[in-house]
Nanobody, 122 residues
């Protein structure tokens, strides 16, 4: 499956931004995650959603502010980010992993989108 991430941009601290991930094929076969990589740092998982969308997992930094969702009919996934902080500045990637129903894998993703840059100014 091919993934296309979009929705990044330059925002101010406290703003809301929604990232989208469009898949070329049937996304219901995959767990989907959003990762981010800030300058000089390793890529890290931010939010993960299970194949059916019934389970989610968030990094501590994202809990209460970010919401991951998916639409298996439209083959899309989204990351709603609220109360953005300068430390959220990073390239955000959507990724998909072949896995069993209900799993929330943090590693081993098979497919990656190209990334979308989010810059949060203070």
């Amino acid at each position: 499956v091919q993934l296309q991430a979009s929705g990044g941009g330059l925002v101010q601290a406290g703003d809301t931004l929604r990232l989208s991930c469009a898949a070329s094929g049937r996304i219901s076969d995959y767990a989907v995650a959003w990762f981010r990589q800030a300058p000089g740092k390793e890529r890290e998982p931010v939010a993960i959603i299970s194949r059916a969308g019934t389970k989610t997992h968030y990094a501590t930094s994202a809990k209460g502010r970010f919401t991951i969702s998916r639409d298996n009919v439209k083959n899309t996934a989204s990351l709603q980010m609220r109360s953005l902080r300068p430390e959220d500045t990073a390239i955000y990637y959507c990724a998909a992993k072949t896995t069993v129903t209900g799993a929330l894998p943090e590693y081993g993703y098979n497919y990656w989108g190209q990334g979308t840059l989010v810059t949060v100014s203070s």
